[in-house]
């Protein structure tokens, strides 16, 4: 069975009503890819955990597939965690 097709909408749809997608990030990845794995949206990264470089990678790469500006995104909870909640802010 094929993956479904990661769009802006797939996405979107997992935004909770307080208007924010809880995702998993894999830092040190060796190929940088999203998909949709329990009900989250999981984003595999090339650049590594350290002095924040991870999550603006992470919000540069939610900004391009939801196709928002980074500045319309904010990590609410798990600055320093794999699981992290990020505001989408529309």
């Known amino acids: 069975m094929a993956a479904p097709t990661l769009t802006p ?27 949709i794995e329990n009900g989250a949206l999981k984003i595999w990264l090339r650049t590594a955990p350290e002095d924040g470089k991870a999550n603006k990678a992470v919000l540069a790469i939610l900004a391009k597939l939801l196709e928002v500006s980074v500045s319309q995104l904010e990590i609410t909870h798990g600055q320093t965690a794999r699981d992290k909640r990020v505001r989408v802010l529309v």
Request: glycine share 4%; hydrophobic share 50%.
């Open 9 to 35: 909408e797939a996405i979107t749809a997992l935004i909770s009503d307080r208007n924010e997608l809880s995702l998993r990030v894999v830092p040190g990845a060796k190929v940088e890819k999203a998909a």
